[in-house]
């Protein structure tokens, strides 16, 4: 049988670190559960010493989760592996579903310049944190921080000293995305070959994607250099220029496995509602030339390549777009639904409700959408669950109406209606267009004072101006950077709901301090 390759997510870790990308506990679960349909092997949860907020998150995919192995991340030092083990301790209640992911910087200047800490310090360190952790946890990994520019000798002692610890799992990151492919390839050989215990370890790779070349380098290390696990996260999503994308190492693997001989246990259908999930929650849109998640992945507009693929589709096609999870824009649903119809769509997309008033209050926005589009599709669903997943406590600010009025000419007005909390604003502007008088009417009552960085729309279902407009918001305040999302069939609507939005995680428990003094 053919050896496996891990798949170990990291979307909601490494992929949450990129600026306006972080996400509430309930939107973290959400993808959790959506990772777990995925059959991912790991799913990286968070990082649980840094904020309550991150325990929180790791804690409750922990409880929810057992299809998957859950992790934290943890520094090498007592407190952070002690934090990342308590917020594991529902899957660590459950046998081995958990796994403390400890890392320390190795390269000379990470360990000077940030660490102050000298080589025999930082050996020491890294060997007392798998000490510790193991003593929490049987599933223990380690990454050397920057380990692609650490000195290979140094690497090696360091390597060979948390594997006698009982680390199960060596990750080798290219912390800057520094990597080539035929270099990296080799870099892991030759780690593996020089450290005498080697063999006790699981080797992993963890590229960024500084030079476009995560995919490829990870790929390299897999096949030349013989890892057995691969960190990424869906969408490429990371910081900077992101992280190796799940969606292309697994499909690499998967259509070329002639080349690779691995198995993965990817279920491959899961790959692009995971996309538009990803992608809906952090409002980070995925370009239409994309590699397996983007909109023209699989489109064939030259006549020529149409023609083969319509005469024999392996002409053009090396996947079938069906195996990873894209579906003809379906008309699923219409205005005479009902609940019962509502809910088995639902279950047909893999999305779970925790309770009764959730399935009815999404089937509430249902009704009001269908009132207002005739054909619904399994990308409103989704989107309109996305709204729902929104706890009442998170959405503080509600839009409860908007009328704007513009004409040729004229500078168009808006009159906004919002609750903020139990209270209720009436607010009007005007502005250079009906987008910019809405979002001046809502700031005049909240003056917020944040700064706009990033307003973005786009449709929902392709092919048709009935669509619903998807708007993405991204504000910045106080050094906090957060993308609100927000969709109706009118993108003025739909612009206000995603400037509410992203508001409401400004406002949002963690962030009270930034947002002192608003209704
Ligand atoms: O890029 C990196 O070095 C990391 C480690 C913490 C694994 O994300
Ligand atoms: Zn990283």
Request: with cysteine.
């Amino acid at each position: 049988m053919a050896d496996k390759l891990i798949i170990f997510d990291t979307t909601l870790r490494d992929g949450e670190q990129s600026p306006g990308a972080s996400m509430t506990k309930d939107e973290k679960l959400r993808i959790a559960r959506q990772l777990e349909r995925l059959r991912v092997d790991v799913i990286e949860a968070g990082f649980a010493a840094s904020s309550n907020g991150d325990f929180e998150a790791v804690k409750s995919i922990a409880d929810h989760v057992s299809e998957s192995i859950v992790c934290s991340l943890a520094r090498a030092n007592d407190r952070d592996i002690g934090r990342a083990a308590e917020a594991l301790a529902g899957a660590l209640a459950r046998g081995s579903g958990a796994r403390i992911h400890t890392f320390i910087a190795t390269s000379e200047l990470h360990m000077a310049a940030k660490l102050r800490m000298t080589r025999e310090q930082v050996l020491e360190q890294a060997r007392l944190a798998v000490r510790f952790a193991r003593n929490l946890c049987s599933d223990v990994e380690f990454s050397p921080e920057d380990g692609y520019r650490s000195d290979p000798d140094f690497l090696c002692q360091v390597l060979e000293a948390v594997i006698d610890e009982g680390a199960g799992t060596i990750n080798i990151p290219d912390t800057v995305g520094y990597a080539v492919p035929e270099l990296f390839g080799d870099f892991i050989r030759r780690l593996r070959e020089r450290v005498p215990n080697s063999e006790r370890a699981i080797w992993s790779v963890h590229c960024h994607n500084d030079l476009g070349m995560a995919v490829a380098n990870s790929l390299a290390g897999v096949k030349v250099g013989g890892a057995r696990q691969v960190e990424c996260t869906i969408n490429g999503l990371g910081e900077r220029a992101g992280n190796c994308s799940l969606e292309e190492v697994v499909m690499a693997v998967r259509t070329r496995r002639d080349h690779y001989g691995l198995e993965v246990g990817i279920d491959t259908t899961q790959i692009v509602p995971a996309s538009r999930m990803v992608s809906q929650t952090t409002g980070f849109v995925v370009q239409p030339n994309k590699a397996v998640v983007g909109a023209n992945a699989f489109a064939h507009a030259s006549g020529i390549h149409q023609d083969g693929v319509l005469k024999a589709r392996d002409t053009y096609e090396i996947m079938r777009a069906e195996d990873v999870g894209w579906s003809a824009n379906k008309i699923v649903l219409g205005k005479l639904s009902g609940r019962n119809a509502f809910r088995q769509r639902l279950h047909e997309l893999g999305i779970e409700m925790d309770s009764e008033a959730e399935v009815n209050a999404a089937f509430a926005r249902f009704k009001d959408l269908a009132d207002r589009k005739s054909e619904i599709f399994d990308e409103d669903i989704i989107a309109l669950v996305g709204d729902e997943s929104v706890t009442a406590e998170q959405e503080h600010y509600r839009l409860l109406s908007l009328a704007q009025h513009s004409e040729t000419g004229e500078r168009p007005h808006a009159k906004v209606a919002f609750a903020a909390g139990s209270a209720e604003f009436h607010a009007e502007s005007d502005g250079n267009g009906p987008v910019d008088a809405s979002l001046k009417a809502i700031e005049s009552k909240v003056r917020s004072g944040a700064e706009l960085m990033l307003y973005s729309v786009n449709a929902i279902t392709s092919g048709s101006t009935e669509s619903q407009g998807e708007v993405t918001v991204r504000l910045q305040l106080g050094g906090r950077v957060v993308n609100g999302v927000g969709a109706d069939p009118d993108i003025v609507v739909a612009s206000a709901k995603a400037y509410l939005s992203a508001l409401n995680k400004l406002h949002s428990a963690t962030d009270r301090v930034a947002a002192q003094g608003w209704p």
